[in-house]
Antibody, heavy 117, light 115 residues
Framework: QVQLVQSGTEVKRPGASVKVSCKAS????TSWYIHWVRQAPGQGLE????????????TYAQRFQGRVTMTRDTSTSTVYMEVSSLRSEDTAVYYC??????????WGQGTLVTVSS | DIVMTQSPDSLAVSLGERATINCKSS????????????LAWYQQKPGQSPKLLIY???TRESGVPDRFSGSGSGTDFSLTISSLQAEDVAVYYC???????????FGQGTKVEIK
């Protein structure tokens, strides 16, 4: 079955960077786009960007342009999302999600990133 | 960007009663070339990842109980739970996906509780 397994909880200082991983299994990794979605405490869902695992092309939400980088490693079926210049407002749960027929049919378990001095 | 607005923000419904959530998009999500509405609904239970319930505005994802149904077209949509069960307590989100390779947008969410 399709599985997306994310890396564990992170605690970072303001100004630092964080890199979250999402390992896919149960399907052909290069066939489906992966999206990253974040959820601040008690808040809704916000899409950050998309990566095409086949060729590595990305699209980022405008508000994250310049601060977010998405990459992939086809040898391990893993996608990564790095956020730089962290601030307290980046404290959130970060999810990866697979796109199938334009919707998000499978989600990772989420990675909590806490930014605190 | 397309803005999605849900109403109400929360509702409390008795077990076995109907719950209806509305979602309005700032522009049409209907693709006239294939007559499909690019609108999905997700359920997020406390402490869990979101789960896809409905896509193309009214198509249930495999395994989703038939008490969940979606309707609407263009800019106005609804998710209905015909007979609320205890396990349906969750936050529900609508999402537009009118352009592939684009950044999706979600509604702000509607919290459903038991009265």
């Amino acid at each position: 079955q399709v599985q997306l397994v994310q890396s564990g909880t992170e605690v970072k200082r303001p100004g630092a960077s964080v890199k979250v991983s999402c390992k896919a299994s149960g399907y052909t990794f290069t066939s489906w786009y992966i999206h990253w979605v974040r959820q601040a405490p008690g808040q809704g869902l916000e899409c950050m960007g998309i990566i095409n695992p086949n060729d590595g092309t990305t699209t980022y939400a405008q508000r994250f342009q310049g601060r977010v980088t998405m990459t992939r490693d086809t040898s391990t079926s893993t996608v990564y999302m790095e956020v730089s210049s962290l601030r307290s407002e980046d404290t959130a749960v970060y999810y990866c999600a697979r796109e199938r027929q334009a919707v998000f049919d499978s989600w990772g378990q989420g990675t909590l990133v806490t930014v605190s001095s | 960007d397309i803005v999605m607005t849900q109403s109400p923000d929360s509702l409390a419904v008795s077990l076995g009663e109907r719950a209806t959530i509305n979602c309005k998009s700032s522009q049409s999500v209907l693709n006239n070339s294939n007559n499909k509405n690019y609108l999905a609904w997700y359920q997020q239970k406390p402490g869990q990842s979101p789960k896809l319930l409905i896509y193309w505005a009214s198509t249930r994802e495999s395994g989703v109980p038939d008490r969940f149904s979606g309707s609407g077209s263009g800019t106005d949509f609804s998710l209905t739970i015909s007979s609320l069960q205890a396990e349906d307590v969750a936050v529900y989100y609508c999402q537009q996906y009118v352009s592939t390779r684009s950044i999706r947008t979600f509604g702000q969410g509607t919290k459903v509780e038991i009265k």
